[in-house]
């Protein structure tokens, strides 16, 4: 079931609901005030598109450890 978030026209609160094929019609209402004006908000998903590296990088972008941890600008600059 896709998860939708709305957002309330009257509180501002965010409301997630989850939906059945077929709900497309129900009656939405906000889970701070009770209200029916929701307007749904475009949600970012979080699944990745393509595979991770294993192990990631330093915070300065590099592959290996800087010389210096914690990174900073002297071990970072080159």
Known sequence: MPL????CSDCGH????????????????????????????????TIPTHPT???GKTCCGRDERCDAPPCGTSCCSG
Do not use: F
């Open 53 to 55: 590296p294993k192990g």
């Open 4 to 7: 939708y978030e709305y957002e």
């Open 14 to 45: 965010i409301t997630e609901v989850l939906s059945k094929v077929g709900d497309a019609n129900a009656e939405l209402v906000c889970g701070g005030c009770n209200g029916t004006k929701l307007k749904k908000k475009l949600s970012v998903t």
